[in-house]
């Protein structure tokens, strides 16, 4: 039995035999081959990269149809007006326009969702072509003010005299990947409530309070400080250390604590391999934060976990790169924000690696270390106090002091993991209560878990958990 692969039996979007045609021609085309080379690397590029998008929106992946349309969106009409020049007597544009519009129509028509199927009709159109389709949509819709002696660029094709629902379609879109970019902060049972229920940490607690809690809580006091003492409320706060030792956990605090919402950029959505496009992801992450301030009437909580993957240290003297215009970008929103009503909460496992530009521009600088023997004994106490049977270990001080000891070198996440682990072993021992005992075995075989703190400190700085003016 012959097995015909799937491939050669793909029968949707581009034109097969056009593209066939204008790929062989450039494989024998005679004169700049290196240019001719690179057109037919890109157009085989785009092809392939429209098949995954299709076969990604087939499988319903939305996650891959966002990443493929968005490439193919920007590289296939560069490409179309490169060969639609370069072979004239193959009306290239023309012929995968036609290609295209005969996908949506009339078994396919265009629907009130603006897809990508729409905005690469929009974009191959020329501008003839443009405002006579803009002029019928606007008949349709009995709206009679187009200019048709305006100059149609390929930005305006994007964003004016579009028909309402387009528009209206193309508005929502960007109000999506704005609501995409942030995800606001929803308390689980495991979420911390407060202050109090975070173990140890007073000197953190008691500067987060006096700086930001108390200017939200007590404003004419706060505006009293500031014209008698210059205190004024920090632009931000940028807390930082080795994993797993807090850093998430105490911006959940303050949030909690203080009643104020907080909203996390996300930075897998934030980073792009397009140029300028990163920043651009953490500026419209900003304006949206800001909106949601200006509609409550109240401030917002703006954390940026992972600053360091946001953008690297810059080279002296280097200007026009991404890292710069990312590092204008963030200092101009930490800068900004506080007159803004938005509270930048910054976070890096890397404090070295971070832009020395931002680094200063935080007033505060936190460091979370790897937590003293009075917080790993309040951590446990809240660990083991979540599961019944670790309550009587955890209100004997003399029992839980020996855990203490045992633990010592080791995170706040760290103690969870170990926690667990010891629990596992008093179950496995005919459900007894959780002793002290139960942590060497699990101590031991981690001691791999354990990290070099003086890597993620900041130069100069003493390895204490705390507040570092």
């Known amino acids: ?32 081959k290196e240019l001719a080379k690179t057109l037919l690397e890109m157009n085989r590029f785009a092809n392939a990269t429209e098949d995954k998008l299709r ?28 060969l639609d020049k370069r072979f004239p007597q193959l009306k290239y544009r023309e012929t995968e326009l036609s290609t295209y519009r005969k996908e949506l129509s009339p078994k396919n028509p265009k629907s009130e969702e603006y897809t990508w199927k729409d905005e690469i009709i929009d974009e191959l159109m020329d501008e003839e072509e443009f405002k006579a389709v803009m002029q019928e949509e606007m008949r349709m819709h009995n709206i009679d ?78 505006k009293l400080d500031e014209i008698e003492y210059g205190k004024k409320t920090p632009r931000g706060e940028l807390f930082y250390g080795p994993p797993g030792c807090g850093k998430t956990a105490i911006m959940q605090a303050l949030a909690m604590e203080s009643g104020i919402p ?20 953490v500026q419209q992450a900003y304006e949206q934060a800001v909106k949601i301030a200006e509609e409550s009437g109240k401030p917002v909580f703006l954390a940026m976990d992972e600053m360091e993957s946001l953008t690297s240290k810059r080279k002296g003297g280097e200007t026009g790169s991404e890292d710069d215009k990312m590092v204008s970008t963030l200092l101009q929103i930490i800068e900004e924000a506080r007159g803004r009503n938005v509270i930048i909460l910054g976070a890096t496992n890397c404090f070295d690696q971070l832009d020395d530009a931002i680094k200063s521009r935080f007033e505060d600088k936190i460091y979370i270390g790897l937590p003293d023997d009075e917080t790993r004994k309040a ?36 103690l969870t993991i170990l926690t667990d682990k010891a629990s596992l072993i008093a179950r496995k021992d005919n ?8 942590f060497i075995q699990p101590v031991n075989e981690n001691q791999n878990m354990k990290v070099k703190e003086r890597e993620y400190m900041a130069r100069q700085t003493r390895p204490t958990v705390g507040f570092n003016k």
Request: hydrophobic fraction near 30%.
């Open 1 to 32: 039995m012959r097995i015909q692969s799937i491939n050669n039996t793909v029968n949707f979007g581009y034109n097969k035999q056009l593209n066939d045609t204008v790929n062989k021609k450039l494989e024998k085309a005679k004169g700049n």
């Open 55 to 82: 076969q990604a929106e087939k499988n319903k992946n939305q996650q891959l149809v966002d990443i493929y349309s968005n490439i193919f969106i920007n590289i296939k009409p560069t490409i179309t007006e490169v």
């Open 145 to 222: 003010n187009i200019d048709t002696n305006s100059k149609i660029t390929p930005e305006s094709k994007k964003t004016s005299n579009q028909s309402p629902q387009v528009q209206k379609n193309k508005n929502n879109k960007q109000v999506k990947k704005q609501a995409e970019l942030l995800e606001k902060f929803t308390p689980t049972e495991y979420s911390p409530t407060g202050f109090s229920s975070l173990g140890g940490m007073d000197d953190v607690k008691e500067a987060l309070f006096d700086k930001v809690i108390y200017p939200l809580y007590y404003p004419e006091n706060a």
């Open 262 to 281: 907080l909203y996390n950029l996300k930075i897998s959505k934030a980073g792009s391999k397009y140029v300028n496009e990163s920043a651009n992801n």
């Open 379 to 414: 951590v446990l106490k809240v660990l083991l106090k979540r599961r019944t049977k670790g309550v009587a270990l955890a209100d004997n001080d003399e029992e839980l002091a020996k855990v203490v000891k045992l633990t010592n070198g080791f995170s706040n996440r760290d």
């Open 431 to 438: 459900r007894r209560d959780i002793m002290a005992s139960d």
